[in-house]
């Protein structure tokens, strides 16, 4: 009986051994309760975006080449212009490096979810779409809308306030694409706006539609596109207000109160004007 009684003991500890091993491998080396998935990255751990740039020690700027904004200059690799500078200089008070990337203006949005890019500053207007697809800083610049068009034909296109019937060159996904069409043109769309005046210059389109501050900046005598003019305030055609700038970051990122306080103290200590004055944009740049 004895005997018995101890095998059926044994018999009833090794079951419930068994038991509790099965239980404890449910939920796996993480503790997961069973039934539940495991977290994903996000819910794992709740990384802010301005951590996330110092760990790596970058700040990735995603940019077109946009005179006077992001360019380079002549014989040079260094990208410079009022974005890039202040882009250099924000990523100074964050401790890190600054690396700018070219990417297409259309796909801004999917770069910066992907972390391709951690802000796209590229003298970006703050328009609906931006600004419901992305985190914006504070505006920092205005701007507005201009029609381009070869010099020798200015009497053609200086007070048109339709755009009927013209193939007009523009920014895919800009707000110079977004003006073209509300004025009935039938757009061509390229990679940025720089190539909206190749476009213009090489008899392919009639006319460009891009931002007056580019505009400004590379038409016209002593630049590459001598033969070129601009005229036609588009925002003013519509009867729009004048745009402007901002700087987009990930939806939730921590970086745009980091962004609006280096502003502010860029303003302060006089940096963002001076900076503005050097590429001509003194009057455009907003302080407070």
């Known amino acids: 009986m004895k005997l018995k009684r101890w095998l059926a003991l044994a018999l009833a500890l090794a079951t419930a051994t068994t038991l509790t091993a099965c239980s404890n491998t449910t939920g796996g080396d993480t503790g997961t309760p069973s039934g539940s998935p495991a977290p ?85 207007t703050l328009t609906d779409e ?73 008899g392919t389109s009639d006319a460009a539609v891009i931002d007056v501050l580019m505009a400004a900046a590379m038409i016209g005598e002593g630049t590459s596109y001598a033969d070129l003019a601009y005229s036609v305030n588009l925002n003013e055609a519509q009867g729009l207000d004048a745009e402007k700038y901002g700087v987009g970051f990930r939806k939730g990122s921590d970086l745009v109160d980091a962004f609006n306080e280096f502003w502010a103290a860029a303003e302060a200590d006089g940096t963002a004007l001076e900076t503005a004055t050097t590429y001509g944009l003194a009057d455009a740049v907003i302080l407070d």
Do not use: H, R
Request: net charge negative.
């Open 130 to 202: 931006v600004t419901s697809s992305m985190a914006t800083s504070n505006p920092y610049c205005t701007n507005y809308q201009v029609l381009v068009y070869p010099a020798d034909k200015a009497a053609e296109f200086e007070n048109l306030t339709s755009l009927e019937g013209l193939s007009v060159a523009v920014e895919s996904g800009s707000a110079g694409e977004d003006a073209a069409e509300a004025l009935g043109a039938s757009t061509v769309a390229v990679q940025s706006q720089a190539n909206t005046l190749m476009e213009v210059s090489a």
């Open 40 to 124: 994903s990255g996000s819910q794992a751990a709740a990384e802010s975006d301005m951590q996330y740039v110092k760990d790596k020690g970058t700040l990735v700027v995603g940019i077109t080449y946009f005179e006077p904004m992001d360019y380079k200059a002549e014989g040079s690799d260094e990208w410079i212009g009022f974005d890039a500078d202040m882009a250099k200089a924000f990523a100074e008070s964050l401790g890190v490096e600054v690396e700018f990337s070219e990417i297409t203006w259309d796909y801004k949005v999917e770069e910066l979810e992907s972390k391709a890019i951690d802000v796209v500053w590229n003298g970006m």
